[in-house]
């Protein structure tokens, strides 16, 4: 597809259950953002990446969240032993140009449910 | 205090109204300004993306950059029931920043 894919859709997992997320950008797309959404929030940022390198990761809550884009192209969000505090919605956004994410398109999201 | 303001609204006009949103910033080393547009349950979608101050307009939209004052806006003209979504300032120096959102309802 021509979009941001992010799967799974839907994630419901059980306190203390880890979890992977998956991103898809558009292809090419040297800028890759993960972020995190509240009900009712806009996004926060989590990290990003320019190719395979994290540049920055100072939004990550705490480390149980870990990310990873090892050939510059896809990446995974993993959450370890999930709270319930972690539920959100995990946004994808890609950009062709690196640095300051300009004109950076969205997935659809992962919506996790921590019960 | 966050790096970007915006009202979370609700915002309620009749169907051909003009809507005006906005956002503030505190952050001067701002360089890149969008407005996003999200739908239940979607992601946000780029709607605009300006650089300097000024205005730029696309069809029904038009968006206007204040850097000496850190103030954006958003404005619609003849405000359509499918424009009813959530509004998401951004604002971007190295990361993208973004407002709380302003949930908009456009009246038939």
């Known amino acids: 597809g021509a979009g941001v894919s992010q799967s799974p859709r839907y994630k419901v997992a059980k306190r203390g259950q880890d979890v992977a997320l998956r991103c898809d950008p558009i292809?090419?797309?040297?800028?890759l953002f993960w972020y995190q959404q509240a009900l009712g929030q806009g996004p926060e940022f989590l990290t990003y990446?320019?190719?395979?390198?994290?540049?920055?990761k100072s939004g990550l809550p705490s480390d149980r969240f870990f990310a990873e884009r090892p050939e510059g192209s896809v990446s995974t969000l993993k959450i370890q032993r999930t709270q319930q505090e972690d539920s959100a919605v995990y946004l994808c956004?890609?950009?062709?140009?690196?640095?300051?994410?300009?004109?950076?398109?969205f997935g659809q999201g992962t919506r996790l449910t921590v019960v | 205090q966050k790096e970007v303001e915006q009202d979370p609204g609700p915002l309620s006009v009749p169907e051909g109204a003009i809507v005006s949103l906005n956002c503030t910033y505190s952050?001067?080393?701002?360089?890149?300004f969008m407005w996003y547009r999200q739908y239940s349950r979607k992601g946000p979608e780029l709607l605009m993306y300006?650089?300097?101050?000024g205005n730029k307009e696309d069809g029904r939209f038009t968006a206007q950059v204040d850097k000496s004052s850190k103030y954006i806006s958003l404005f619609i003209r003849d405000s359509q029931p499918s424009d009813s979504a959530t509004y998401l300032c951004?604002?971007?120096?190295?990361?993208?920043?973004f407002g709380t959102g302003t949930r908009l309802t456009v009246i038939p």
């Open positions: 952050n001067s080393a701002f360089q890149y």
């Open positions: 292809s090419g797309h040297v800028s």
């Open positions: 990446f320019q190719n395979e390198a994290q540049l920055d």
């Open positions: 951004a604002m971007s120096a190295n990361n993208l920043f």
């Open positions: 956004a890609s950009s062709l140009v690196g640095g300051s994410g300009t004109e950076a398109f």
């Open positions: 300006t650089y300097s101050s």
